[in-house]
């Protein structure tokens, strides 16, 4: 797989281009709320800048996504948060919850960016956040030692891995 962008053909760079400035452009239409931006030609300049960052940072053909494991992980992201969410909220109001922490070390991939996605996302589950990052591991602070962390972290990995296609 060709990740160099001097390697890369034209039409591969002018339609990655145009897909991620559609992109972002759609992202900050939701940002403004439906409201005109009164300076168009700097949102544009931003826009065109923070495009060809990102072709830089992750050249096409890199990352190749499955659309099905994307709304998966959504879905999966989505929920993760919520419970994460309602279990801070319960330690905070509820003050008898029971706490046994812990550190656990998990094997983390070797793309350097699959493992900042899993290490952000283990901080989004219940009980859990994410410490540190070392060689081949990430170090875990887990609040109890009775919730099914390392479970839950094997079931990230997965929808990680299916949202990603082999190149």
Aim: proline share 5%.
């Amino acid at each position: 797989m060709k990740t160099d962008i001097k390697q890369l053909k034209k039409s591969v760079l002018i339609k990655s281009f145009v897909g991620r400035f559609l992109l972002f452009a759609a992202g900050w239409i939701v940002l403004l709320g439906g409201q005109k931006p009164s300076e168009i030609w700097l949102v544009a300049l931003f826009l065109t800048a923070t495009t060809v960052i990102s072709i830089y940072s992750i050249p096409p053909g890199k990352w190749m996504l499955r659309p099905i494991g994307v709304i998966r992980f959504f879905l999966y992201f989505v929920t993760t948060a919520i419970r994460g969410g309602w279990d801070v909220a319960k330690r905070v109001f509820l003050k008898r919850v029971p706490t046994d922490p812990e550190f656990i070390t998990v094997n983390h991939y070797r793309d350097p960016l699959k493992t900042l996605l899993l290490a952000w996302v283990i901080s989004l589950q219940p009980g859990t956040t994410s410490c540190m990052i070392k060689k081949k591991k990430i170090v875990i602070h887990v609040l109890d030692k009775k919730i099914p962390v390392a479970k839950e972290i094997i079931t990230l990995q997965r929808r990680i891995d299916d949202m990603f296609a082999e190149g």
